[in-house]
C-alpha cells in the first residue's frame, strides 16, 4: 500500500514538473529534462526515509500533498493539484453542475455543527421544505452533529436520483425533524437576476462563467428585448471572478459583428498560441451598452469588459477591475488526478495584458507586487482612444462606492445577524414585495439588544493598531515618560456595541434588509434589494439615459479628431 501511494504522489510529481520541462527548445530542454529526473529521484528517496524512519507515523498522501501545493504556490494562486476526491470540485467551476439537494450550508461559528445556510430555489432542499437555520443532525444514519463542513458537503453530494434521509433541528422547535429528499442534478443559475430599470433600460446580472453562462444571457436579453421593449442594456459583471474563457467570448459576440476578434492567447508552446474570434451572428450591434465592474471582476469577466471598451461597443461603470490576465488549462494526472495549470496569457483587441501582479519576479521574501501604473503601457481602442495595460481594465465612469465598515464584515461573518433573521422569518411568514419592502426601527432595534444578548463582538482595527503601537513605544521606553496620550485613545477607542451601531444605522439596516428579503425571495431577491440605492447602477442609468454623453465617452478623442482634421 505504501508503494502505490508513494507512486502516486511521485507520478503525479513528475507529470507537474514535466509540463514545465517539456516547452523549453534545445539544449536547455534536455539539461531541465536531466533537473526534472535527479529531483524526482532525491524526493522519491528524500520521502522513503521520512516514511520508514520519522520518529512519528507519517500520513504519505497528506505528506506529498503539500508538497505539491508548496511547489505550486511559488508559481501563481491559479495553477492548482486536484487529486481524485476533489475532482468535482474543479467541475463544478466549468460545468456550474452537481448531483445533490442545491443548498448552500454553513459551520456555526464554534459551536459545532452544520446549518442550512441558503436553499436554492425550485431545488430539492427547497421544495423538501427545508429552512435556513435548519441544523443538519445526521444524514441518512450518519452522526454529522459534530462535523466539518466539507464533510457534510461530501454526504449531502452524489448520484440523482438517489435518496437520502436528512435530519435536522429547526431552531425554536423541540424536536428534530426527518426530511427523505432525492437528489438531482443541480444546475446553479448565473444569471441571478434581470429586469428592467427607468422604463425602458434592461439590467442582467452576470455572477460567473459556465459553459451555460452565454446562454443564458442570451435568453435574458432576448427576453428583455422583445417582452420589454428595452433600448439600452446594463451588464451588470461586478464580484464575477470570471469562468469558462468560450463563455465571455460568445457573449461578447451577441453584441459586435461576427469574425470580431475578442482575445489572442500567447504561452510557451508557440503551437498552442491562438486567437479567439466571434463565431456567430449578433444580437444587436447598436444598442447603447454600460458594464458595471469593481475590483471583484475578474478573467472572463474582464475579457468581456475589456474587449467591449477596446471596440468601443460599451462604457464601463464602476471601479478598476481585478486585473487578471492569466489562462488556466485542465491537464490529466495518473489516478484520475488534475492540475489546472496557467499555459499563458491574453491579449485583448488593443493588444494589452490586463494582468496586474507580476508572479514573475518575486522578492527575496516571495512575495509578489503589483504592476505600479508608472510602468504600465498606453494602448488604443478602435477609436484612438488611450487605455492602458498591466492594471486591470479602468472604467470611463469611476464611482467610489462608501467603505464599509470593519463591524459590518464580523455582522455579515457571525451568525448574530442570521439567527435574528431566522427567528424574524418565522414570526413573518410573509413581508411586502422587495420594491415596498423595509426595515423599521423597531427591527433596527431589536437586532441591536439581541446582539448585545449574544455578547456579539468585532475586531476593531484601530484598537488593535493602538494595542501595536502601545507595546512598540513601552518597548522604546517612550511609554514611562508619559502614557497620558495612550490613555485618552484607549478611551475613545474603547468598543461601544450602542454607539458603533448608531453610528452606522444605514448600513445595518441595509444589511439586515438583504438578508430578510433573501428569505422570501431567494438570491434574486437578494441582488434586488442591494441594487436600492446603488451609486454605480445609478451613474450607469444616468448615462445611458443621455444619448449626447453616451455617444462623446465613446468618441474619437477631440485632440486627435483636430489633428486628422488638419493633415487633410
Request: overall charge neutral; proline content about 4%.
Amino acid at each position: 500500500m505504501y508503494r502505490l501511494v508513494q507512486r502516486r504522489g511521485i507520478i503525479g510529481l513528475f507529470c507537474l514538473l514535466f509540463v514545465a520541462s517539456s516547452v523549453v527548445p534545445g539544449w536547455a530542454q534536455k539539461d531541465n529534462r536531466f533537473e526534472v529526473s535527479k529531483n524526482l529521484d532525491i524526493f522519491n528517496s528524500l520521502l522513503k526515509e521520512v516514511e520508514m524512519f520519522y520518529v512519528d507515523s507519517v500520513d504519505v498522501d497528506k505528506t506529498v500533498q503539500r508538497g505539491i501545493e508548496a511547489m505550486l504556490a511559488g508559481l501563481d494562486p491559479y495553477t492548482e493539484y486536484y487529486p481524485e476526491q476533489k475532482t468535482e470540485e474543479l467541475s463544478l467551476m466549468t460545468t456550474g453542475e452537481y448531483g445533490g439537494i442545491g443548498s448552500l450550508i454553513r459551520q456555526r461559528n464554534n459551536e459545532g455543527g452544520v446549518m442550512i445556510a441558503e436553499p436554492t430555489e425550485g431545488m430539492p432542499a427547497d421544495l423538501a421544505g427545508l429552512k435556513p437555520g435548519d441544523l443538519i443532525l445526521a444524514i441518512d444514519t450518519i452522526d454529522v452533529s459534530k462535523a466539518t463542513n466539507s464533510r457534510v458537503s461530501e454526504l449531502l453530494k452524489g448520484v440523482p436520483n438517489t435518496k437520502m434521509v436528512l435530519t435536522i433541528q429547526r431552531p425554536g422547535e423541540k424536536k428534530p425533524r426527518k426530511f427523505e429528499i432525492t437528489r438531482k442534478q443541480i444546475t446553479t443559475p448565473q444569471v441571478t437576476y434581470y429586469g428592467v430599470k427607468n422604463d425602458s433600460i434592461g439590467y442582467i446580472y452576470l455572477k460567473a462563467f459556465t459553459i451555460k453562462s452565454a446562454q443564458e444571457v442570451k435568453e435574458a436579453f432576448l427576453d428583455l428585448k422583445k417582452n420589454h421593449n428595452i433600448k439600452s442594456l446594463v451588464l451588470d459583471l461586478r464580484g464575477n471572478g470570471g469562468g469558462v474563457l468560450e463563455g465571455a467570448v460568445q457573449i461578447v459576440g451577441m453584441f459586435v459583428p461576427k469574425g470580431s476578434e475578442v482575445l489572442s492567447t500567447k504561452g510557451k508552446i508557440k503551437q498552442w498560441d491562438r486567437t479567439y474570434r466571434t463565431s456567430t451572428e449578433p444580437l444587436d450591434t447598436v444598442m447603447p451598452l454600460a458594464i458595471l465592474i469593481n475590483g471583484g471582476t475578474a478573467s472572463a469577466a474582464e475579457i468581456v469588459s475589456g474587449s467591449l471598451q477596446d471596440m468601443d461597443r460599451a462604457v464601463l461603470v464602476g471601479q478598476r477591475s481585478f486585473g487578471k490576465g492569466l489562462v488556466q488549462a485542465p491537464r490529466d494526472l495518473p489516478y484520475n488526478g488534475k492540475v489546472k495549470i496557467t499555459m499563458s496569457k491574453y491579449y485583448i483587441p488593443s493588444g494589452r495584458c490586463i494582468q496586474q501582479i507580476d508572479y514573475s519576479h518575486r522578492k527575496e521574501d516571495g512575495s509578489v507586487a503589483a504592476i505600479p501604473d508608472s510602468l504600465t503601457s498606453v494602448f488604443y481602442t478602435s477609436k484612438k482612444r488611450p487605455v492602458r495595460d498591466g492594471g486591470g481594465v479602468r472604467p470611463e465612469f469611476e464611482v467610489k462606492e462608501p467603505k464599509v465598515p470593519t463591524m459590518m464584515y464580523y455582522l455579515a461573518a457571525d451568525t448574530v445577524l442570521f439567527d435574528f433573521v431566522t427567528d424574524w422569518a418565522q414570526k413573518h411568514k410573509t413581508i411586502a414585495p422587495i420594491e415596498e419592502f423595509t426595515v423599521s426601527d423597531e427591527d433596527f432595534e431589536a437586532l441591536k439588544q439581541y446582539a448585545k444578548s449574544k455578547n456579539f463582538t468585532y475586531d476593531r482595527q484601530s484598537e488593535k493598531v493602538l494595542r501595536n503601537l502601545k507595546e512598540v513605544a513601552e518597548f522604546e521606553g517612550y511609554l514611562e515618560e508619559d502614557s497620558t496620550a495612550f490613555k485618552e485613545l484607549e478611551a475613545k477607542l474603547t468598543p461601544n456595541l450602542e454607539k458603533d451601531f448608531d453610528r452606522f444605522k444605514d448600513e445595518v439596516k441595509r444589511v439586515m434588509a438583504a438578508e430578510i428579503v433573501k428569505r422570501y425571495y431567494y438570491q434574486r431577491g437578494e441582488l434586488q434589494e442591494s441594487l436600492k440605492d446603488d451609486l454605480v447602477l445609478e451613474k450607469a442609468l444616468e448615462v445611458l439615459g443621455d444619448p449626447d454623453l453616451y455617444r462623446r465617452t465613446l468618441s474619437v478623442p477631440v485632440e486627435l479628431e483636430a489633428a486628422t482634421k488638419g493633415t487633410e
